[in-house]
Nanobody
């Protein structure tokens, strides 16, 4: 069983930065594709960024150039560096994981492609 615990959320002014962390336990991280999703009040959960087991990354258009996803397999941790934050980035951010296939190296962008989820961390960006 894989457990995911997010941290690093908080309140920040527009233009500021935050770094989210997702600590993975129960399995070694190198066998998993990882993603960050977010859900704003009254909206559906949406893909923000993902990284494959091999390090391939992909981003939603609305975070491209501002957010960076990375992974440290030795620390069993995935990060989401968020710069130039906007009020519309306010949401609960969720870390997700799915067992990778070594035959493929791609980023899952749909929530139903991930089997494991954390409980989320709140990010609030004030204007």
């Amino acid at each position: 069983q894989v457990q995911l615990v997010e941290s690093g959320g908080g309140l920040v002014q527009a233009g500021g930065s935050l770094r989210l962390s997702c600590a993975v336990s129960g399995r070694t991280l190198d066998m998993y594709d990882m993603g960050w999703f977010r859900q704003a009040p009254g909206k559906e959960r949406e893909f923000a960024a993902g990284i494959s087991w091999s390090g391939v990354t992909d981003y939603a258009d609305y975070v491209k150039g501002r957010f960076t996803i990375s992974r440290d397999n030795a620390k069993n941790t995935v990060y989401l560096q968020m710069n130039s934050l906007k009020p519309e980035d306010t949401a609960v951010y969720y870390c997700a994981a799915d067992r990778a296939s070594p035959l493929y190296s791609h980023v899952n962008t749909k929530s139903d492609e991930y089997a494991y989820w954390g409980r989320g961390t709140q990010v609030t960006v004030s204007s």
